[in-house]
């Protein structure tokens, strides 16, 4: 049972590159989350799913695109890479709290660095 | 709006001695959860307590703690006895019960253990 996996581990991008991170779960979540982790910022919300199909923004969701074409999948897409876009990021998944209420599951990250 | 505050940004203390880690919280739900994960110096993050809206009892494991007091909208974690491994970053999070139901988190406060 490998959880949650985030692809992947490291990776360095010149500005405007692009580039597509993938976080794939398979304990059957019907939600999935990317974040993004900077120094002293804590962990923000940048795009989240409900569901297969379906999306949300977070608290940053400026120059990421999101899309959940399967349950199991939450791909995070950079379009045009940025150096503010330099972070760790973490995706997680949970159960809808209809569910009981679990706390949500993370990858273990990938560090992206942007020059 | 859904808004987490850990106003601790960095708390230093001696093996053995007692350490409280605040969380304030902030929701218009009368349904919700909270969490505190602990991210080692690893970088994975580690699910420590969930706490829901209608559970007010304070909950013990171990060397662990949790205050959880909705008249103060407060969900602190202490720790007794600090010691060496307890040297990590603790993240406070709120779920709502509502609409999307967005997981957001805390800044985080990095506890530093000295022997």
């Known amino acids: 049972n490998a959880g949650v996996t985030q692809t992947p581990k490291f990776r360095v991008l010149k500005t405007g590159q692009s580039m597509t991170l993938l976080c794939a779960q398979d304990?059957?979540?019907?939600?999935m989350y990317w974040y993004r982790q900077d120094p002293g910022m804590g962990l923000r919300l940048i795009h989240y799913?409900?569901?297969?199909?379906?999306?949300a923004k977070g608290e940053v969701p400026d120059g990421y695109n999101v899309s959940r074409l399967k349950k199991q999948n939450f791909l995070l897409g950079l379009e045009s890479a940025a150096p503010s876009q330099t972070s760790v990021y973490f995706c997680?998944?949970?159960?809808?709290?209809?569910?009981?209420?679990?706390?949500?599951?993370f990858g273990q990250g990938t560090r992206l660095t942007v020059v | 709006a859904q808004k987490v505050t850990q106003a601790q940004t960095e708390i230093s203390v001696v093996e053995k001695e007692d350490v409280t880690l605040d969380c304030v919280y902030e929701?218009?739900?009368?349904?919700?959860?909270l969490f505190w994960y602990k991210q080692p110096p690893s970088g994975e993050l580690v699910f420590l307590i969930r706490?829901?809206?209608?559970?007010?009892q304070n909950e013990i494991s171990g060397r662990y703690s949790w205050n959880f007091q909705k008249s103060t909208s407060s969900f602190n974690f202490t720790i007794t006895a600090s010691q060496v491994v307890d040297s990590a970053v603790y993240f406070c999070?709120?779920?709502?019960?509502?609409?999307?139901?967005?997981?957001?988190f805390g800044t985080g406060t990095r506890l530093l253990v000295s022997p």
């Open positions: 997680a998944s949970s159960y809808g709290l209809g569910r009981g209420g679990t706390e949500a599951f």
């Open positions: 304990m059957n979540h019907e939600y």
């Open positions: 799913s409900v569901g297969e199909g379906t999306t």
């Open positions: 929701t218009r739900d009368t349904t919700y959860y």
């Open positions: 706490r829901n809206s209608f559970d007010e």
């Open positions: 999070a709120l779920r709502e019960d509502t609409g999307f139901q967005k997981l957001v």
